[in-house]
């Protein structure tokens, strides 16, 4: 059922662009920024569907860490979808 | 202001572009950039001031601060427990100030005047378009009987992170083989829940490996730990189940100088190091400038954009908010940056007419338990359209299931992190 209503999002483009909210990806560059040599990873530039699927493996507790798998429940299938596709941008500070 | 500057940046800084709902009023005229004062370069503030840059550098911004330096609360138990120097959690403005250009006045604010849209130094008036305040807490010793200010370097709160650090820090160094140590932890709401606890397992790691028959006695005036208490409780247990005596429901209410004495309802306590953490409120700024309720301690918000109830382009952020508005999030150093980046995209909003986006918050917060291990707490969460408050997501809040050593290390990773989010 989860995955159906997760498909039917990824689908719904309205939907998709209606939540873009950039409220969503602040909170989470407390912990995950740009440095890569800490024990927090940086998600900057990585693969939108690795992130993806990571966060809705944490999201369903199929992927180990306790503190992501708190926090991923925070979000809808829509949102992490979201959150990977900003991630995965890059951060670009020169423009 | 341009607008179609304003919105280039958003979509190629990658972070940002997310603020397309935006885009649907592009079209409108722009205002005037505008200048945002803020008070208070902590955690709120800061964030608030880089979020406001890093969208639209156009926007002028001036922290008022008395401080030149910035000092990190979260991680000065660090300090305490002999595992970092204060230079360690020490760091300055230059990148806020050279490369986003972001101002810094070092005075102190003395009162507001909403009508006028001014903001009164020691100095000088200083005129806003909006101003957000983030000014942490006031230190309130008014329940302890007896007490003077100067009885601040012998009963030291320590709980504002600058040189009362350091003195509690060398006042534990030197303690005597034998000595006593005691903490008395205020009634809450005060800053950081779980601080004095997670404090009180990095003096018993220190005495327990450098001094020989110490003691901590841990005065609560709670009924019990008020964070992550299973946690610690079992921590103490196990690792210094003859050093750490805790005594719910007996905060001190008095001290004797002249002896070094904690005075609570039941019993004088004679002690080598005294660590005094007294209540919080709002500073008494707030109160004067009318932007606290008659009556309430702490400063009336909107939940949704952090907005004071009581006067208009005024934003209150922190630790100095009313959690009666703001619904039930601790008074945090991550909170304090969620909300400051919440604030920061709601005043650029108002700025530029445009309409505001929904909060979203996380809170991590790192403790540790001795020199080796740390344990955690975590929520994310949105507003509540029903009861206008910030709440925590069903399901999305929880504890570490147990203290560990690479929590200790993710505990300093996530501030070097915060840290650069905040300052670099």
Redesign the interface.
Same mark, same amino acid.
């Given at each position: 059922m989860r995955y159906f209503i997760l498909i039917f999002f990824l689908i719904s483009s309205k939907a998709f662009s209606d939540n873009l909210d950039t409220s969503l990806s602040l909170p989470c560059l407390g912990c995950h920024g740009k440095s890569t040599d800490l024990t927090i990873p940086s998600l900057y530039g990585l693969d939108e569907e690795y992130i993806y699927n990571a966060l809705m493996n944490y999201k369903l507790d199929k992927r180990k860490n306790y503190l992501m798998q708190i926090i991923s429940k925070g979000y809808s299938g829509q949102q992490l979808r979201i959150l990977s596709y900003y991630f995965s941008k890059g951060y670009n500070d020169n423009e | 202001m341009n607008r179609r500057n304003l919105l280039k940046?958003m979509r190629? =800084?990658?972070? =940002?572009?997310? =603020?397309?709902?935006f885009m649907d009023i592009a079209d409108s005229n722009a205002k005037s950039a505008g200048k945002v004062v803020i008070l208070g370069a902590g955690w709120g503030g800061l964030s608030a001031a880089k979020?406001i840059k890093k969208i639209s550098p156009e926007v002028e911004v001036m922290i008022i601060d008395s401080n030149k330096k910035f000092v990190s609360c979260p991680m000065s138990n660090w300090v305490i427990g002999q595992l970092k120097n204060i230079d360690d959690i020490t760091f300055n403005f230059d990148t806020l100030k050279n490369n986003y250009g972001i101002q810094f006045i070092h005075e102190t604010a003395i009162n507001i005047d909403p009508d006028k849209k001014i903001i009164i130094t020691d100095k000088q008036n200083i005129i806003y378009d909006k101003l957000i305040l983030s000014p942490g807490v006031q230190l309130d010793y008014s329940s302890i009987e007896n007490w003077n200010e100067k009885y601040r370097e012998d009963f030291p709160a320590a709980w504002k992170a600058g040189k009362e650090t350091i003195l509690l820090s060398k006042k534990i160094k030197n303690l005597q083989n034998g000595g006593v140590v005691a903490i008395s932890i205020p009634l809450g709401p005060y800053r950081c829940p779980p601080g004095p606890y997670e404090r009180a397992s990095l003096i018993a790691s220190y005495l327990k490996k450098n001094k020989k028959n110490t003691k901590l006695i841990i005065l609560d005036s709670n009924q019990k730990i008020v964070s992550k208490g299973g946690l610690f409780k079992e921590a103490w247990e196990d690792l210094y189940p003859d050093i750490i005596e805790y005594r719910p429901n007996s905060g001190v209410v008095g001290v004797n100088k002249s002896s070094s004495t904690f005075i609570t309802d039941f019993e004088d306590i004679k002690c080598d190091v005294a660590n005094l953490i007294p209540s919080q409120k709002a500073p008494d700024f707030l109160k004067e400038a009318g932007l606290i309720n008659k009556g309430a301690n702490w400063a009336a918000v909107n939940s949704y954009d952090f907005s004071s109830t009581i006067a208009d382009n005024i934003f209150i952020i922190g630790d100095s908010t009313s959690q009666s508005n703001v619904g039930r999030v601790p008074k945090s150093g991550?909170v304090a940056?969620?909300m400051g980046?919440?604030c920061g995209?709601a005043v650029v909003s108002e700025l530029f007419d445009l309409e505001k986006?929904?909060? /979203?918050? *996380?809170n991590?917060c790192y403790s540790l338990v001795s020199n080796e291990e740390g344990i955690?707490v /975590?929520?994310?969460?949105?507003y509540n359209e029903e009861d206008k408050k910030i709440e925590s *997501?069903p #399901?999305?809040? #929880?504890l570490?299931?147990a203290r560990s050593s *690479?929590i200790k290390?993710?505990a300093w990773?996530?501030a070097?992190?915060?840290w650069?989010?905040m300052l670099s």
């Open positions: - | 940046r190629n =800084f990658s972070l =940002f572009s997310s =603020f397309l709902p979020t991550y940056n969620s980046k919440v995209l986006v929904s909060p /979203s918050l *996380i991590t955690s /975590s929520a994310v969460y949105n *997501i #399901g999305a809040s #929880g570490s299931p *690479i290390e993710n990773d996530w070097t992190n915060i650069e989010d």
